[in-house]
């Protein structure tokens, strides 16, 4: 009877200790997606383009990454849920990195996109070219990267960045509104409002890209990078498969999507022009600490940044 008890009991151990086993093998791929999901904050900007594209594709899902994407009409949505904790990353200008950073939130520069602004005169400003900017107003958002290209082009074009008036307008159909009344005599314009503002008659002054100046990043958290290195790897795989994508196809295979992310007009089909896209890479210590140190001369942030200590090579390895 004694020896019937303990084959009982350890066949009851056997059991239990497989049912543990057990258990643990259907945890691990709930801990594995749990490990692989990532939150990503972009504005609804040409930039976004190939993540968004990347998430129509499943390049993603290829991979194993549950990625939340989440589009935003205002900076300021997208920064109040970083500052919520609902976001591991965002595309965000150096400016905002420099304030993220300036209040205590360590997102680190992990990549660079290829999104572009335009200058755009009115056409009755007699702006013909960037040598009559001065003394004129050029509408802009405060405290972003379109301040800073402000104060770029007045010096990059001999003047003195207190040569051209800014003038603060946020909204960008306001902007616009603004332009066409003669309010301001130009505009730091992201599509599709260039292009709107060009078909009403405007004159295309200055175009930005990211191989003159690093407009816009892709950055994450610190404590992201440190817990999920290898999600954040595998974003950039996907952003870099998308990259390939769209640089081996006709944009009219995917225009629909460039068209409502970016909230292009019908009338705009056919005739979209996309940057040079380029596979992921980290802008210059040089050209990011020029956007910390003016930040930190208008104001913006009081914090003394260092470049090198707001960037992470994780999507470039």
């Known amino acids: 009877m004694r020896f019937k008890k303990i084959i009982g009991a350890t066949m009851a151990l056997a059991i239990a200790t497989t049912m543990v086993a057990c258990k643990k093998q259907e945890e691990k791929p709930e801990q594995k997606k749990a490990d692989n999901t990532l939150r990503v904050g972009v504005m609804g900007s040409i930039d976004a383009i190939p993540l968004v594209l990347a998430k129509e594709n499943g390049y993603f899902k290829e991979l194993g990454l549950d990625l939340d994407l989440q589009i935003f009409k205002a900076a300021k949505d997208r920064d109040a849920a970083l500052q919520a904790g609902e976001l591991d990353g965002v595309l965000a200008d150096e400016v905002a990195i420099s304030i993220y950073q300036n209040s205590g939130i360590d997102m680190k520069i992990t990549g660079t996109t290829n999104g572009t602004f335009t200058l755009v005169a009115g056409k009755d400003s007699g702006v013909k070219s960037a040598n009559d900017l001065k003394g004129k107003k050029i509408g802009i958002s405060e405290r972003t990267m379109m301040d800073y290209l402000a104060d770029y082009i007045a010096t990059e074009n001999g003047m003195n960045a207190k040569d051209i008036e800014k003038v603060a307008i946020p909204a960008m159909p306001a902007r616009l509104e603004a332009l066409r009344n003669n309010q301001i005599d130009a505009a730091i314009l992201p599509a599709p409002f260039n292009d709107t ?120 390895k």
């Open 197 to 316: 503002a060009i078909a009403d008659g405007g004159k295309e002054i200055v175009k930005l890209y990211n191989k003159d100046i690093m407009i816009s990043t892709t950055g994450f958290l610190q404590d992201a990078i440190n817990k999920k290195p290898e999600a954040i790897k595998d974003f950039y795989k996907a952003y870099n498969k998308s990259i390939d994508y769209i640089n081996n196809n006709d944009i009219s295979k995917y225009e629909d999507i460039v068209i409502s992310t970016v909230g292009y007009s019908e009338d705009m089909r056919g005739n979209i022009k996309l940057p040079d896209f380029k596979a992921n890479y980290l802008p210059s210590e040089e050209k990011v600490q020029k956007v910390f140190d003016w930040s930190k001369e208008n104001k913006i942030i009081t914090k003394e940044l260092k470049a090198k200590d707001a960037m992470s090579d994780i999507g470039t």
